[in-house]
């Protein structure tokens, strides 16, 4: 496992445009981390910002799918299999790790963000499973995928902000002031999450695996590899 784990990170050094995904992903990272600590998660879309990381990930190895020597290479199924589901697996486990550090200091700090905190982590476990579904989805049907995915998360949008604007008109009422569930039960809600989604990754691109990649969501890297 650790030897594939290195061998991926290797190669997405040559996936396309490798030094503006790690920045990217870095800023992503960067900001959520900054956004969590000056709104104390009462917003939960920030939250989102710290699985970045494990999209701009996926895209790498996958780009790497087209160059014409991967497409003839022995670990061809390997990588787009095994591979990226390690690979997706130890990227958000270090982002959701470093998320919720900070979850946990708002949480034992600043009381009146507990139930906040709560909802954000449970959120974020939800966005996790979304965004490893859309990822692995995008690569064989990029439209159908795109279409779910845009749904789903302008739902979670709606809810967030429905739930917020709630609180502002009503104020805090007691049943917003008890968590669903304590903080370490949503931290391993979380971790089991990333677990779920790393076997949902596993399982789709290993029965989707002789299915041609999207044009759509590779047409730069395509273009480039011929």
Same mark, same amino acid.
């Given at each position: 496992?650790?030897?594939?784990?290195?061998?991926?990170?290797?190669?997405?050094?040559?996936?396309?445009?490798?030094?503006?995904?790690?920045?990217?992903?870095?800023?992503?990272?960067?900001?959520?981390?900054?956004?969590?600590?000056?709104?104390?998660? @009462?917003?939960?879309?920030?939250? !989102?910002?710290? *699985? =970045?990381?494990? $999209? %701009?990930?996926?895209?790498?190895?996958?780009?790497?799918?087209?160059?014409?020597?991967?497409?003839?290479?022995?670990?061809?199924?390997?990588?787009?299999?095994?591979?990226?589901?390690?690979?997706?697996?130890?990227?958000?486990?270090?982002?959701?790790?470093?998320?919720?550090?900070?979850?946990?200091?708002?949480?034992?700090?600043?009381?009146?963000?507990?139930?906040?905190?709560?909802?954000?982590?449970?959120?974020?476990?939800?966005?996790?499973?979304?965004?490893?579904?859309?990822?692995?989805?995008? @690569?064989?049907?990029?439209?159908? !995928?795109?279409? *779910? =995915?845009?749904? $789903? %998360?302008?739902?979670?949008?709606?809810?967030?902000?429905?739930?917020?604007?709630?609180?502002?008109?009503?104020?805090?009422?007691?049943?917003?002031?008890?968590?669903?569930?304590?903080?370490?039960?949503?931290?391993?809600?979380?971790?089991?999450?990333?677990?779920?989604?790393?076997?949902?990754?596993?399982?789709?691109?290993?029965?989707?695996?002789?299915?041609?990649?999207?044009?759509?969501?590779?047409?730069?890297?395509?273009?480039?590899?011929?």
């Amino acid at each position: 496992m650790i030897g594939d784990l290195n061998l991926s990170f290797k190669l997405m050094t040559y996936g396309l445009q490798f030094k503006m995904s790690v920045i990217c992903a870095s800023i992503f990272v960067l900001l959520g981390f900054i956004m969590d600590i000056v709104a104390h998660t @009462t917003n939960s879309i920030i939250s !989102a910002y710290y *699985l =970045f990381g494990m $999209v %701009f990930a996926a895209q790498l190895i996958s780009t790497l799918n087209a160059s014409q020597m991967v497409q003839s290479s022995p670990y061809k199924k390997k990588l787009q299999t095994r591979m990226m589901t390690i690979t997706c697996m130890f990227i958000e486990f270090v982002s959701v790790t470093v998320m919720l550090i900070v979850k946990a200091v708002i949480y034992y700090n600043v009381e009146d963000r507990r139930v906040y905190v709560i909802n954000s982590i449970l959120i974020v476990s939800a966005m996790i499973l979304v965004f490893n579904l859309y990822m692995i989805g995008a @690569t064989k049907f990029y439209w159908i !995928a795109t279409i *779910l =995915f845009m749904i $789903v %998360f302008m739902g979670f949008f709606v809810f967030i902000m429905r739930s917020t604007f709630q609180s502002i008109s009503h104020g805090v009422n007691t049943e917003q002031t008890v968590p669903v569930v304590s903080f370490p039960i949503a931290v391993l809600i979380c971790y089991g999450a990333i677990l779920l989604g790393g076997g949902l990754i596993y399982l789709l691109s290993t029965l989707f695996y002789r299915r041609e990649y999207s044009k759509m969501m590779f047409k730069a890297a395509l273009e480039r590899a011929k």
